[in-house]
């Protein structure tokens, strides 16, 4: 079991992320509240708070987005306590401690435009989903300022909830019909050490599937289908993907946290068949997950559309968090690599270079007219990749009994307790476009341990120098194993060379069929029709073409692009429908990041590139 | 404007449609009988016949696949006055006049199971349809028999129709859901020359798109769509194929029908503009039309996916017929090509090589579930893939005031009448397999007129020869003229070269896109699994991919394969769901005419093969 390394002890210095980090603090987080302003989530609040009865704008989880940008916020706060949102946040926890009723319960929807209604809806209604955010904003928060009053208004809300759901006398069965909160009181529990958080989540990952929400909505049992709600089955056994993406990655996100903390290995293999079906089955080339606009969801195996691809940006989130949890749990690097993959493609797709600009849905071809926007009527995305930035840091590093891991690359410095004493590793890479990877140790005496190095999956010869010198590491389950006594300034080198690679999918997968992607390292490319010299639908890429990279520092906020020879498809004259196959000619071919598509002027775009 | 050459004037000699007459006529025809006894199609108008209220089984268009098997019985009667299933015919047509009401009426659906009802429900209830139906099959039967029995009963019919519907005193606008009789109605004029039956299919045809089924269905304008039945608009405000298909095509074939005798230049120009939309934004390769089961009809420009293709064998008849009127209005050889590329794929697909088998839905691609079958529910598509070989012969050849056209190459003898004057011609061909035509006439005397032989678009030189010296003639709109005054005895050589082509879709075609299809002559091939080293998911073919006809007299009848080198895909392993792209190996692929396939173990098929 690895432990993490908490926000605090992981600090970005400079390259790829700190970037990010910083242009997520400066505007991003900004824009966020704006929005939240505008659209009227803290107005909502405000309105409880004054026990106002109408009024109430958006949708009815509009509490959620709000949370999850406090969550953003407060995270930010841990490296930069003089952070200007920290005004905000404090009034808004003003806010909400003069909204939280009596007994604990807290949800501006009900309060202010159904009074009376509450807990009639948990199906639909999101209700424990909204609070469930709250908890993680009100951890974070604490976590970030040591301050008590936002985590004090969690837990009278989360008393509330033991109150009325949970297996003992008087209680009744409840879960929310979008998981989430499973995660928000596993998080309390450990922020508190009070036993019944962990008991809320409990019953909450173990009643699923009880088909609740068929007698809450007069559903007879033969006539109901819970899939969509995660509803139909118990946990344990699903075998595949189904329903929502988003709640089914949370709901699993969620029995892990409590996996891990029961030791509950029935859940932990339950969840690792499902990410078996999800990635291997499921998954986008780009690491995000969820087909079908249908469902905001899956369908079956293998069924992946590319310009109708759904692939929400919370669902690649959702995944993150997933894989993770099976990450620190079982030590392998496979979950760690789809954590990666998502997060350099399906994830950071999901927002513009300049930090204010958000898809929801990231298709992976485009005919030119899917674009960021400022902000959704269902405005979950935004915040969501907000805080996920502003927490990246918890992510890089952990630590076991015998270990430090490292599993993302980048430069920062890790504060770990290693074999018992502090050890300062400082990491210093142009990851994700250069291939090297230095690594230095501080620390006060000697320790014997192992350093833990993830070895992408996408790499095929990674090689480690210590001081100079090439070592032999042991590669075990996707970690590169350096085990030694660790004295004050040791250093580490790590290449992780990047070979421009073409990938190909199952032949199961219709919409790929006789199509390329490329990668390099973790990046997953895509072709916009502004850098080539034909129309995508003329663009070919041979099996054999040469692609080199070239580092641009200019081109949209600096990438590594892939140029080599491509072939063009003669134009079409005339009107008929088919004729002789026309021989294809050598075209100049330019991909980007999949990420930072759409940053230009609008144009068609593609990831699967037709192969000749 | 072209004259028909009748069946009676055109008889096969040998070759490949006397070979499908032979066994249209020796087992495809008396299945059809035997299905229709066994499935209740006669027994319904026996029960009609009986005056019964009971026992009427099937769909309510049960009728009218009877009609059609009779109206093919007739065609064989033409050249074989010993056909054993003139008994049938002679009994079924007592029944019928036994059936027929004193108004004329006659429908065994409604008769039978709904008395009363008639006439409530020209929407649905294929009424007129099946009388239309009638109506074909009787003028076939007189042509074939000369007795007047069965088209007495077909014009006291039609007189009840025209008693009921029309733009006369009394009488209500009035026009099938499921268009036919149009094209019967103008066949019963023809054969009576009186003027009131094509003025009920000038009514039909012209007052379509009256919206008359919302009305009676009580729909409200404003809610109604009536595109699936061609009832949105007028006729000849129709710019793209729309509603159901067969419909579509039987409505625009009867027009024109109406437009070759009226001299409507207008209906000529909206159905060329329709067929031009047909043809070259809504029609697979194979000739057929109708994308989509849901409409059993068109969807959109260039929405013409592989697996799911519905292109029901009516629907390639339909645009036959409908392209057979356009050629013969206009002269031009591309609505012949049109005829025969639905001819030799989409329509002959419909039927297996035994001839007792059929496809209603004709998919370009298959995963092996997919298959022919003795009967259907709904079987309109067996009787009339039957009643068309039966009555090929009479789309062969034409003539005009100066010339004897040829449309379809194969070996008969053809009685014309030619520049005032009866002449033999003789044609010999193993098409659509070798590519010479050799034709021979023989004449009382010398007469100067023009033969025109379709050069197909397919062929990218046809050559001829005069008495065996090359002659150069003229390419008019896809017909070569050779002007002379023909000599008894006079040989003509046409040589018309058949390259395999591999074939592309406009980019347009998602489903096609990176695949190739191949022809050769007027065969479109395919592939069938069973015929590769390597499942078809693997086979890929390049565009320079080297293949050979071949000749195989043992194979599917006799065949013309395609064989050549084409490349696999290493088999996956494991169970990732992308990897690195792997090299493609040499692997030797072989086509099948599209027509033949499922003719032998069931097993995969596809027409567009992927290319590399």
């Known amino acids: 079991m690895i432990q993490p390394i908490s926000i605090q002890n992981v600090r970005w210095t400079g390259g790829f992320w700190a970037q990010r980090a910083e242009t997520n603090r400066k505007t991003t ?21 004054a026990g106002k009865k109408e009024g109430y704008s958006g949708p009815l989880y509009m509490d959620s987005d709000l949370y999850k940008a406090m969550e953003a916020a407060s995270y930010a706060l841990i490296h930069h306590p003089k952070y200007p949102l920290r005004k905000q946040l404090d009034s808004i926890i003003a806010t909400l401690a003069k909204a939280q009723m009596p007994d604990g319960y807290l949800n501006s929807f009900y309060q202010v435009s159904q009074p009376g209604k509450r807990w009639t809806n948990l199906r639909d209604a999101h209700e424990i989903y909204c609070g469930g955010h709250m908890v993680e904003a009100a951890v974070a928060y604490h976590e970030a300022t040591g301050e008590t009053r936002f985590l004090e208004i969690a837990r009278r809300w989360s008393d509330h ?55 809450e909505h007069g559903v007879q049992l033969e006539h109901y289908d819970g899939t969509y709600w995660q509803d139909n089955v118990p946990i344990r056994h699903h075998t595949t993907a189904v329903g929502h993406a988003v709640r089914f990655a949370y709901l699993i996100a969620g029995a892990l946290d409590l996996a891990m903390e029961t030791h509950d290995s029935s859940l932990l293999e339950a969840a690792r068949l499902m990410w078996h079906n999800t990635v291997n089955k499921r ?24 310009v109708s691809a759904y692939q929400e940006t919370c669902a690649s989130i959702a995944l993150y968090l997933w894989s993770y949890r099976l990450m620190m749990m079982t030590g392998e690097g496979q979950y760690a690599d789809a954590m990666e993959l998502a997060l350099y493609n399906g994830i950071l797709s999901g927002i513009n ?8 849905v990231n298709p992976l071809a485009s005919r030119g007219e899917h674009h960021r926007r400022e902000w959704y009527a269902c405005a979950c ?24 891991w490292i599993h993302h690359y980048g430069s920062c410095v890790i504060h770990a307790e290693a074999a018992g004493a502090p050890a300062r590793w400082t990491m210093e890479s142009d990851y994700p476009w250069r291939e090297k990877v230095l690594l230095r140790v ?42 030694r006594e660790w004295r004050d300034g040791d250093q580490v080198e790590l290449t992780l060379p990047m070979p421009v690679t073409k990938r190909e999918a199952r032949p199961e997968v219709a919409a790929d069929q006789g199509r390329i992607a490329l990668q390099r390292g973790p990046m997953v490319y895509c072709l916009e029709e502004r850098d080539q010299r034909a129309p995508l639908e003329r663009i070919r890429l041979p099996l054999n073409a040469k692609l080199e990279p070239k580092w641009e520092p200019h081109l949209l906020g600096g990438v590594v692009t892939l140029l080599g020879e491509g072939r063009v498809a003669a134009e079409w004259k ?19 990041p999949y990420y930072a598509w759409d940053n230009r002027q609008a144009c068609p775009m593609e990831v699967w590139i037709l192969g000749a």
Request: net charge positive.
């Open 29 to 49: 987080l900004p824009a966020l509240f704006k929005q939240l302003e505008k659209a009227g989530n803290v107005r909502n609040l405000e309105l409880a708070a």
């Open 161 to 215: 909830i033991d109150s009325m759901f949970g297996d003992g006398a008087g209680k009744r069965i409840g879960y929310c019909g979008h998981p989430e909160a499973e995660i928000a009181f596993m998080k309390l529990y450990h922020a508190t050490k009070e036993k019944r958080y962990l008991e809320l989540a409990r019953h909450m990952v173990e009643k699923r599937g009880s088909k609740i929400f068929a007698g």
């Open 283 to 306: 998954a986008y080339i780009t690491g995000g997950i969820g087909n079908s606009a249908h469902n905001e969801g899956f369908t079956a195996d293998y069924d992946l559309p590319n």
């Open 353 to 360: 270079l300049r930090g204010d600009m958000f898809f929801y």
């Open 381 to 404: 995305c935004p915040p969501n990749i907000g805080r996920l930035i502003a927490s990246l840091n918890q992510y890089v590093a952990g630590v076991s009994e015998q270990a430090v």
């Open 442 to 483: 501080e620390s006060d005496s000697p320790r014997a341990y192992e350093l833990r190095l993830r070895a992408p999956g996408w790499c095929p010869k990674p090689s480690v120098k210590v001081n100079g010198s090439a070592v032999r590491a042991l590669l075990e389950r996707g970690y590169l194993v350096i085990k």
């Open 574 to 592: 005339g009107d008929a429908l088919y004729r002789n196959a026309e021989p294809l000619r050598p075209t100049p071919v330019k991909a980007i």
